[in-house]
């Protein structure tokens, strides 16, 4: 199966990133597809950034379909996630779906870790609106700001870990949040005493599962899709896919 | 004050319903600004077109930033909302957002009645997403279809109001959801045991109190506008407001 | 339009206070009616007295039906709100539910700041009562005991200041509850991170909102008026109005 | 012992049928006190009459306090309780809280059947403010109206035989809610495929076991007396213990 | 009536120590039939090790089936309590569940103390499993380890009080989870300013208020015995109970 | 890998139909290690079952480590799955833990559908017990009983079809509940409008997708290993995995 990793940030050093995280437990019978977004911004870090980035994945699906199997979108906060459902009849997943699912089978309760203070209340969102606030223990963040994103996973390597060794009493499984980061859970497992959760890797295993299960993705219900509709000012792509 | 009316979908004959309806509840001293989107659906009836409209509506905001003191995303479902809050210092509600919270003080339970069935689990998420279901007595259409949206409210009148006599077994306030049914609650509200809320009423009544109370918005807390950041292949206004 | 500030508690300076609060977001067409209990304690601060007071409420607004157009029960925990609801056909708010409402707005959490420890239990049940809870960061009250009432913003002014940068590491809303502390938001605002919002306040807007929404209240449903009943040892003008 | 049985309806018929149905279960050490509420309502049944009757139930339990061991409050929706619960250092518990505690232990699902649909609402709020929704599958009524409270249970027999069998399909326990059919769980037990709860009968088992646990009742905590404090224009006994 | 009390632990001193605290609140018409688990573990103190002993709970039971007319499980965590709801057509009610359920008449919130960190978040999950969450404050216990099991109580005293006195902040009931420390609550009642609950005494007050009410226990409902069955390899005396 | 298909019935004739059913989503790397339970039911239906069946999967799992890389247990409800968890460090999960999580996926709200109408209850309680009950609709079965367990699938065919239909009007996805229709699912997909989901074939790509994840499974947090402990009356193998 070819497994497409559309990574909705425009920086190609997050897809890099990713896709080495990724290779860890990728199938042999699985082709990646790394993409980069072409438009948005460099690091979504805010509701605003993944409501325009969202409509972007739409778009990147849209050109790209019939030449992959199943889709993940390759960001923490989804974005589009719910959206892409609908349009493609195939399976699709975020980073924060995907991790959030395969915590559930290791542990009582899973807590996010991540690298910034502000993402917080964004991040729990995410749980809220899966309806797993039940399993949640809350989203964890260094007291320290960062100097830069790109490298921020090795920049705040000793703040994230005593950060996990916090958030352990909470929680059995930790998810470290956030593409910038995405890797880091392989290298800090040892000095944790609860289980990381890389969200990349359990989007690449959670995909496989979904097209074993059902390539035809969530084909029908709520997420079945919309009868097709004329649009005004769209990019090409996605028009002609929405007015079919 | 100015209170724009964004109307998200592209549909001008939506915008004149929405108006009158808004004006029978509309201040002396409140001047209404309806705006009907320039791209996008002439009527957004899904998670994916509204992924794509709420993006629309950032850029409609940032085209007229300066010309309003608070504003209205004009459809159900909010498409855009959160992130607008982040990114204007300013009062932004919407129609979902606004007739939830009138009705929490016109009764115990509220219920919503739309026009078309497939929109329920849609309109069900908004109240998960607000965190209202302890209140929410679920969304009821009539099992009929419809011929044409844009006569939908005189087409369905029938079926509408008895689905508002079954909804009201449920709960004590009824939200009339959707744009193209707009103004119905005051006609059928004589026949209904229930209290009929229009949704772009409320949001009108409620701009205007968000207005009154913190004319700057939620401009502090997780909503407080990000950090700047560069965009990649956006519009004009939009790519400017998130720049700086 | 005559709105109604019932003051259950029995000390005229609350009213005062609360008066001041109110007029900074009183809008010109309204005429505040300001009215303190002649009956029930100086300050309510418990589940009994509020159980009293809520019965006081009931008849103090049935010996002025028909002199305002609409009611604020103007004491945090909203004592005798939702039986006024079903007496008064015309909106009634507290200021717990009017807080509560338009902070849904403003961020998406809230919390409680108010000066008394022991009050804590009492307010979150507020929030239990309206379904909140899934908005809600908690109760935050200094660690301090306090001197008098009557002079409690001035004197705690900097432990509720602190108490203000803690919550706001919760909470994007904090309503800073009890009416000793109304009109205090507005001095401390500019020192804390978070959007601060006065209850008093909130109940003004909401309450000239629901007016303008819906004249006639919470008429239909379950807080429809009850039938009459006939009762025993009741003061005369509730009497009556239970009564027919 | 002695049990305080206070009905807060002013009918004394009531009283004697709750007390027909508490000797069901009455042990032999326990003297059962039933007093008939000198003010108020001949039945509560609204939030507004509970406002006013719990506040008599303060009343008439100060008036009496020194000469019982343990209080029910025998009304359904337990006018007064938690206030109650504050004044007084013994047991008090309510007709609706102790239905639904016995229940826990009875089934995994508890229903409530009640004669009259109107009070639906506001059985159902007496859950969501126990925090027990996650074990209640809702408020059953007959279709049907009916004639007389004082015969109600002999009357509407059949239709609530009716009903139980169509609540018994969504619960394991179903509670007679009402003071009017108390004493009607043991008529039709026979006929019903589902655990029947008599509330007083629970209140009194339940009243019993708290006294042997814990005889001074919630004394600390939240629901400690609350600091002595002045009040105006209320009944002597009552401001006499709020004083100390 | 005679009450079953059936350790699950296999250690004899536990069930004297189990003994010793029910018999400060055991009526004088109850004969108390304590017995200790014949296999399983000396103390249960995680999720498998209840499965096994819950299995060996039913064994027990049945063995006894005739010799008594209501049951408590005397383990904290309560193995096999709603299997053997199923099985037995008497009250069984388990240390855990009868605890949580007094403690809802003793205040608002209750907690758990307990005096091994390892196990709260299975004690957490007894509150998940009741729908009790909304009530529940979290499991407390010691940041010290602990010596011997058999010496708990007296070893860990000081640890205890103060995790009380932590607890004591978040809520109005505490509860002293597990059957090593029972009898402590009684020790240090007076150190607390909250309320103290032992398990053990709960369960016999809630076990023998369960009898009054319905001595057949949940015989009806989804609780009520399952058709007979034929079993492979099961001890006789449950086999034979489930297999009619 | 080798996957251990563990069936906790004693039917061998169900654990061929769950071979059937698991073969058609198997990867061709995946080795699957089918096996009947020696003790407990044919075919477990009640918690009493549950209970002691989960002892059993204990025993058949600890007769059989070092001979598996992942376990699934085979019956809806899942015994001794939480058990299990704690003793092995490889990944285990189950037929209801599997199919409600790769729903999430698959629509927003997902319903069970089962054969027999006593079972809701207990199946509804997995989902409460999972903290799931925000995405899920109920569980739905046919009105009419059955004959044979054995050839349930193929007697009840119809029903249950007209069963998912009506479970189609409030979820996006159905899960054919029950090991006895395994594979039914696949045979009647075409006439539903909604995804049908195998459990059986649910947890063989969760399975595989967990093991690729993390191949030690739960092995930190409150799911890791208990210190040993020593047993009395056990069956060897699990006497053995306790005591070390």
Avoid at 72 to 97: K, M, N, Y
Avoid at 120 to 138: H, I, K, M, S
Wanted: with cysteine; net charge negative.
């Amino acid at each position: 199966m070819r497994l497409l990793l559309f990574n909705p940030n425009t920086a190609a050093a997050l897809t890099q990133r990713l896709v080495a995280s990724a290779s860890r437990v990728l199938p042999a019978d699985v082709d990646l597809v790394p993409v980069t977004a072409g438009t948005g911004f460099p690091y979504i870090s805010s509701r605003a950034e993944a409501q325009i980035a969202g409509a972007g994945v739409l778009d990147g699906l849209a050109e790209r379909a019939g030449t992959f199997d199943a889709a993940v979108i390759a960001a923490f906060g989804d974005p589009g996630l719910h959206a892409a459902r609908e349009l493609f009849d195939l399976p699709v997943t975020g980073l924060s779906e995907a991790a959030m699912i395969m915590s559930l089978s290791l542990g009582e309760r899973f807590a996010f870790v991540t690298f910034a203070r502000r993402m917080r209340p964004w991040y729990d969102e995410q749980v809220a609106r899966a309806g797993l606030a039940a399993r949640f223990a809350g989203t964890f963040a260094p007291e320290e700001g960062f100097g830069s994103i790109s490298s921020v996973a090795e920049e705040m390597r000793e703040p994230l870990l005593r950060t996990c060794l916090r958030a352990a009493e909470a929680a059995d499984v930790l998810v470290l949040a956030g593409a910038p980061i995405a890797g880091l859970a392989n290298d800090i497992a040892d000095d944790v005493p609860a289980i990381l959760v890389d969200p990349m890797q359990a989007a690449v295993v959670h995909a496989v599962a979904l097209h074993r299960l059902r390539p035809q993705g969530a084909d029908r219900g709520s997420y079945a899709r919309p009868p097709g509709k004329p649009a005004t000012g769209l990019p090409a792509a996605i028009a002609a896919r929405l007015a079919r």
